[in-house]
């Protein structure tokens, strides 16, 4: 593999990431092992409950586990993720996901993001393990 720029891979994934756009999803720094970002909650994105709606939160979580998993410019994919919601999200609030590697293996990796809303409380955990296919992105 070529030699590695966190932030040069992770913005060529993000130019066709449709999905993470929609969200608004904005990338504040990118490290090798380490992604942080943020997006604002909009009305579309609330359930019936008035609360917003867990798939956006798990969404956010993802892109930012995906980001952190890829920016050593191997592909990487999702083996297994799951989440705990610890507060309600209401419109208009701004979530802030912060990924951080708890393991680097030569196949797996595994990493734990913690989101935040705009008071810095902390609304959700995501925990995700990943698998190295060994190709470049790049």
């Not at 798990?58 to 507060?87: G, P, V, W, Y």
């Not at 955990?125 to 190709?135: I, V």
């Amino acid at each position: 593999m070529q030699e590695n720029n966190p932030a040069a891979t992770i913005q060529q994934v993000f130019k066709t990431d449709e999905f993470s756009k929609w969200l608004g999803i904005e990338i504040l720094d990118v490290k090798e092992g380490y992604s942080k970002i943020k997006m604002t909650v909009r009305k579309e994105m609330m359930n019936g409950l008035n609360v917003v709606h867990g798939g956006i939160a798990f969404s956010l979580a993802d892109s930012a586990f995906a980001f952190a998993c890829n920016s050593r410019n191997n592909l990487s994919l999702a083996l297994e993720t799951s989440i705990s919601f610890l507060k309600p999200v209401f419109v208009d609030d701004t979530l802030i996901a912060e990924a951080k590697e708890i393991r680097n293996g030569k196949n797996t990796g595994v990493y734990l993001v913690e989101i935040t809303n705009q008071h810095n409380n902390l609304i959700a955990l995501f925990k995700g393990t990943c698998y190295r296919t060994g190709k470049p992105l790049l």
